[in-house]
């Protein structure tokens, strides 16, 4: 009987015009294995080393928004319904409670926003310890102090922004007798913290 010998098959031929992939066993189905391997792993380690180290080039940074996520819809509300920007809104809240919607001062002031018991029940609505009701009547007494600062003629919207929080620390009586921020070092401090922490922290919550 006749012995058929077969060429041997040349590189890149295998499987060639038959639309069949080129036999497991082949050392080219190896070296092409290998390859596709080098080539995952490859992308594999730029897409993790992109990730480690930034966005690309031009491209600007997310940042973690500051005000807690519960509430951000109600301080940009209050912020609205008060006239004044979102950011001062924000930063007050931070000053007063540090987002702790159960704290107390020493004094008796309650709540998210600190309100006084007696202050509570002209502006607010059911719980002070209620973290949005606290937001709602900050942006409900902001706005009355606004109307109340206004008989001291501020030359700018920045002096009745500060009005209105030295108001709100001392009282809008203190404020009217002294003709502007009263001269106590508490509500100076206060006023320039939140001030801070408006142009910083809070800077561009707005929508």
Known sequence: MATTVLDPARPGTEGAGTGEPAP???PWFLLASVVLLLIGTGGLFHANTHECCGPPS???????VPVPEP??????AAAELSGLPPEIVAAQLDVESRWDPRAVSPAGAQGLAQFMPDTWKRYGRGDPFDPRAAIRAQG?????????VRRLAPASAQEEIELVLA???AGPTAVL?????PPFAETRGYVA?????????YAGIGP
């Open 58 to 64: 031009g491209e600007e940074p997310s940042r973690a």
């Open 24 to 26: 497991r066993g082949s």
């Open 71 to 76: 509430w951000g819809d109600d301080v940009l």
């Open 140 to 148: 409900v007494y902001l706005k009355d102090l606004r109307r109340m």
């Open 177 to 181: 007798r002294h003709g502007g921020i």
């Open 193 to 201: 913290q939140i001030r801070e922490l408006a142009a910083t922290k």
């Open 167 to 169: 108001a709100y620390n």
